[in-house]
């Protein structure tokens, strides 16, 4: 499993497993002279906590981040950033009765196919407790973000059919729901319908959409490294993820050319007469708000009976007990938002070098 | 730009802009002792010529292939593989009118902010033309993967409004239309919608679906080089892609996590019953098909008039004359089989070193 | 201070300051299936501990080494290894005197002028202590080595002017000395000019020689990563390292063709005659053993007075007071072991998609 | 052979076989708005040429660069820059006779031994002129940092024992002569024992100096990709090095701390006493001039009567015939100062992150 790494200026590496020691990050290329506290890494893991609402997990997880090296008297050295979160009570539970089940909807059959073994406690390294040092990593993009100006809106936007369609619709001052969902008529009606699910021992999916404000012309790179292209790397890169659209996204594929292209006009400032294209042209930031969405699945652990294998090939029903989210989409949100904080500023990064002129800035 | 090169074991660096002297890449990685000839290459690249349909661009494009080096008597050495084409009558115009404009839909603006100025040729580096270099790694890439018993159908799966919506209804022997659409009857739907879009002076956009077979468990990194995110990548690197989506993609939103699960049982060999997750768990292949979709935007280049700016921030309407593809989808079938094969090859290599086994293999 | 990372198939990502609240590295790559216990980390971790001889740091280092993901019952799992060594006493000292001092021979200077600010405590990031994290890593490098029948001979060829010259005088079993120098008679003598240079408030260089036994042929990269390329950046990246010379390195200068080309025979097995290449050749190894060479400064540190200058360019006189190793040399071996060990295993994993053989093999 | 590519921010990637069609590079990172011009090239090219001196190859190598991409109106647009020189003549030799055989100290059987075959024509990717692409990406990044008031001086330090010993000696303005050697007397003393050499079909090495002046602090980053660690590197990545010294290199290890450490200064600036650092402190520039060293071997190319065996394992004496240099060091200056001028370049980029007032001062 080398690429626990993600990254090539502004570089997270996460390690840990659910049920392990610790879960951490190691942040490198971070720059020299940022105030940076613990409680700007904590408030960010506390939004991926299971909080207290009944559509997530009623599993204590305490999640206090410890920053052990990269700082002095909180400003940033330019040297690695370790993070660590510490798992507690990490050795109480017996797994033998599930270390060699294959869930359906996990990763236990690939990651025994891939490795031969695997850590079959509480999901090993496929937990969703890997995302700790992501969120830790975005934190601190985030910050760096704030400080040249660049804000981001991360909400959900979906839950089952239950959808924001009209961007008029979003209303950030209503976000403050178990569900992150900024509207809170049909954060009401998904909730409704996630009780329902729970009733069915049942979990559903959603959808997160993530706009970026302010962001410089010129970020992203024109071939390869497209910025819709590394956005839709780190959304994919998170577990439940399923598909990514960019603007529009698969709508431009009933969609025409001049209904799809954006036009342009002068009026102090360079005007867009529309976002289809999601705030990039041919990679690259046009100035526009970036807007994307990412797909997020049901959760997989639900307490219906669903039949399966082992490791033996022996087939089996099995009840997943113990406490799971019905819906895994709010807490992605904070995930979706780090990992596209990480991808900007690493394009940021990339992007000082384009011109002579920039190099002749610095030196 | 820096970032030319996609895949990290098996690398591909393109190079070249559409009206330059000509185009390339080149191919590192590729292991020593494949057979390789030219018409390999060439019978990729004839996948994404105009071709001669009314659907596609009048330009006529040669486009052959040269091999550089990396191969001796027809099989490579394992040294860097650099595939050439050479662009004809590449000087024969007069620039000066497009210059300066900002094309709605296309990169001309960002690459001026990005970079101070621009190879305004024909588009230069933002050209669809880009794509030459990545076919030609695909098509080595995809040759590897044949020799590994690896198989990939990529194919139209809608224009516009007119989709195949049930898998039963991919005939891939009815694949050979101008829209690489393996439906006779959607395809003819499909080509009269075309028409009347032409006549409109107006594009269309679509979907491309992939399809590979046989790929061995256990490809796929767990957490940021998953294969679907790597895939993600790949599809949103090529220039007219806004969306992707990995199994179900996007319809996860709407299902439950008990229809979503693919159930598992024992049949002499590992049975999924479904499909919803597109052959991959936790971003490791699982044995099944790897299935994923691409959507493609409506071509930006429309003969009718349009409202933009120029480089001194003038406004001006403008048409867009010449002759250009109505319909980017067919022509990009090819590049998106080839950014498949590419990416899948580049992660089976890294999967070579998952297990101690596989080292006291080879050594 | 992007960079912190190590190796492209089998990564050390390392982190941590002299004086911050610990150290560590995240090992990223290490193959699942090897048994792994903390005490093979420990053991390493030892080997660059002062010890309590005279010729090292009278500084209590207790170095205990805590894994803390990637293993599971004492197997690698194939996820990343997290590796974690606590400081002690790290805020027991008043540096209000030397924060703003650069000390001759060290960092001090660059690291203000490139980050603005620096960790004064102890060196920060660019102490001696930085190699805590190499050394775990290299100690599970060397394990997976071990396992294929590599042996990794490191050693003190020569403290000041007192050497090794003759590869006959290397006696194995005579290295359990303080300078970890393999003949008794040069390390006496090696350690009566040390105690000399103590007395007289100075610190002495030397050379560190490295030789790798049962190297499979092929392994490094005929162009940039060639074993030798790559060996030599793992050397200079150690603090005092000024110096790289392989197989007869610097001698070659002065030789001639005839002598410097090892001539080969056959008898039942390949046999060159000589080994000046130090084993490889074009920067692939050739079966012979590996050998290479790097030379160390003496320590920066020493009690003498010195002239320099202090942050607001004013100029003054220091004695570094404190405890300090008067040589560095002893306690570097088992860092360029480490490092050698990681460096290898890294271009054994590359060399594994050399041929579509074995490509084969494992698919 | 993965691993044709070096540089992280600006990056060459070579191809190409001493006897196939063309070798070249595609440069990627290349800022915009670099005037740039094929002769800027093409004098890099011709200081490795053979030249007609008689202590070179009489073969006729004319190399001459085309520029492909990357350039507009002769300044660079930030797109890759694929320059490539054709072989002439590439076909007309029989290589029956040394296909299967082992030259001694050239790299034929090591990769038969890595890949299963080789190309035999000429040496293939493992003869000298593999260094064209560098040196041509070499002038790029030479041309860049004259711009930023950087300057390069490299040349030949010593052949076989005649050699610079004093620094003073090194008299620029008599460098033109067959050796790169800043000396006439010496140059002459050298060129004597070269042709001693070529009557006793022998060869010799010799030892090349660079010196870069003007260099920012802050340049090289702190732990792995320490300036020197990278130079090292880049230097061993040369076919022939064989050893590599920064500053006073293997001296250190007989010096005392308190000779070796550089004391400093302030006098308007900062001044450092002395340079046996070679200009680097804990891997990052100090704003002295960079010093290093490349020790160089003799061509194995010689045409003496050598045993050796052949691919069937039969031994045979071999008598290399043809036209072969019989010193490298000369051809190989341009080398060593191209690589370093990458080298630097590069990451020189990665420093403009370290702070974040860098950061505001582009954004």
């Known amino acids: 499993m080398r690429n626990n790494s993600y990254g090539d200026n502004f570089t997270i590496t996460t390690w840990g497993e659910s049920h392990g020691k610790a879960l951490g990050v ?54 690695p950033i370790s993070i660590m979160v510490e798992n ?14 294959y869930r359906p ?21 496929s937990s969703g407790r890997e995302t700790i040092g992501r969120v830790a990593g975005g934190a601190v993009a985030h910050k760096i973000l704030r400080e040249l100006g660049i804000k981001i809106d991360c909400y959900t936007k979906s839950i089952g059919k239950f959808a924001i369609t009209d961007p008029k619709d979003v209303h950030l001052d209503e976000m403050d729901n178990p569900l992150n969902l900024p509207n809170e008529l049909i954060a009401f009606q998904a909730m409704d319908y996630i009780e329902e699910c729970m009733k069915n021992q049942d979990s559903v999916g959603g959808v997160i959409e993530c706009v970026i404000h302010n962001v410089p012309t010129g970020i992203g790179e024109p071939v390869f490294n497209k910025l819709d292209a590394n956005l839709a790397k780190a959304m994919l890169s998170i577990g439940a993820v399923k598909g990514f659209e960019m603007g529009d996204g698969f709508d431009v594929a009933r969609s025409k050319g001049s209904d799809n292209n954006d036009e342009m006009s002068y009026d102090g400032g360079v005007v867009f007469h529309s976002n289809h294209g999601g705030g990039v042209l041919g990679g690259i930031s046009n100035g526009q708000d970036i807007v994307f969405r990412a797909a997020i699945k049901p959760t997989p652990s639900i307490s219906r009976p669903q039949h399966t294998i082992d490791a033996f090939n022996e087939e089996i029903d099995i009840n997943i007990t113990g406490r799971h989210d019905p819906v895994i989409v709010p807490r992605a949100v904070v995930v979706v938002e780090s990992m596209a904080a990480i991808t900007l500023l690493d394009l940021l990064m990339d992007n000082m070098t384009s011109k002579m002129d920039n190099l002749k800035k610095i030196y």
Do not use: W
């Open 105 to 125: 909807g996990h990763a236990d059959y690939t990651f025994d196919e891939k490795y031969g073994l695997r850590d079959y406690r509480g999901g090993g390294r």
């Open 26 to 79: 190691v942040i490198d290329g971070c720059p020299a002279g940022l105030e940076l506290y613990k409680e700007d890494i904590q408030m960010f893991l506390d939004r991926r906590k299971p909080g207290g609402s009944k559509y997530a997990t009623q599993r204590k997880e305490g999640d206090r981040a410890v920053i052990l090296s990269g700082t002095l008297d909180n400003v940033t050295t330019g040297c």
């Open 88 to 101: 507690e009570n990490q050795r109480s539970r017996d797994y033998s009765n599930i270390a060699n089940v």
